[in-house]
């Protein structure tokens, strides 16, 4: 008679209630030392739950996920950031899986929801103000890296070579 529970258990659909979802993303949230990761994440996780909730949804599957990745492409967001929206996602359904509101097989196929790829390279790293990078070369980087991509051409004159460096 237990095989037969847990049949049933396994088979329904498994959509998880507002209150389900919010008790997940506190867990997720809480698990971040990072204040900059708790915000990001706490913001992809707020809008994936209004997207989620704003329509009747049968349950929460790779279906679902994949929906939500298109609609996210549909906004011709950047590919990083439809990529830190589907962590978020996978992040929120390990913490439901572990909490019991959702199938871990459930959770086997959302976790194989690909990312967006991510194309070309970035020129510079962080933000004006940024203590993670310069995003402003400074003149002396911009000279070497002028030396570096324009060597001087055997028609140069020495005042030319002077002048690029």
Request: proline fraction near 5%; charged fraction near 25%; charge should be positive.
């Amino acid at each position: 008679m237990k095989k037969q529970s847990r049949r049933r258990k396994a088979g329904r659909a498994q959509t998880l209630t507002l209150p389900e979802l919010d008790q997940s993303k506190v867990a997720v949230l809480n698990s971040f030392g990072s204040m900059q990761s708790r915000r990001s994440y706490r913001h992809a996780m707020e809008e994936f739950i209004t997207w989620y909730c704003s329509e009747p949804r049968l349950a929460l599957n790779r279906s679902v996920v994949l929906a939500y990745r298109q609609h996210l492409e549909s906004l011709r967001l950047a590919p990083a950031t439809i990529n830190v929206r589907l962590a978020a996602i996978r992040r929120l359904t390990y913490e439901a899986s572990d909490r019991g509101l959702l199938n871990p097989e459930l959770v086997a196929g959302i976790r194989r929801v690909k990312g967006v790829k991510q194309l070309g390279i970035v020129p510079a790293t962080g933000s004006p103000g940024s203590r993670h990078g310069s995003y402003w070369m400074r003149r002396t980087g911009a000279r070497s890296a002028a030396n570096a991509m324009m060597p001087c051409s055997p028609f140069c004159s020495a005042a030319d070579s002077a002048d690029l460096s």
